[in-house]
């Protein structure tokens, strides 16, 4: 599972729990024009592998929330 998280001044992606990556001077917004699984910002780079389920929250998950949502997914695709 691949997970994405952005606020004022961090932004962090993890793979299965683990953080690949942690930036500490993010500045957060959104596009106008949304795309999925192209790189930022001229979508350059593609995707190349399969995404089975998309799920968007209002807010930075905790631990516990990223836990629940994980279960949710592993037991959703059985």
């Known amino acids: 599972m691949y997970g ?4 004022a001044n961090e932004w962090v992606s993890r793979q299965n729990g683990r953080v690949l990556q942690r930036v500490t001077s993010n500045t957060v917004g959104f596009r106008g ?14 995707y ?8 968007v929250y209002d807010h930075v998950l905790t631990d516990g929330e990223r836990q629940a949502s994980g279960k949710y997914v592993s037991t959703s695709m059985l």
């Open 33 to 46: 024009n949304p795309v999925l699984g192209r790189s930022y910002p001229n979508g350059g780079l593609n």
């Open 4 to 7: 994405v998280s952005s606020k």
């Open 48 to 55: 190349t592998g399969d995404i089975a389920e998309v799920i």
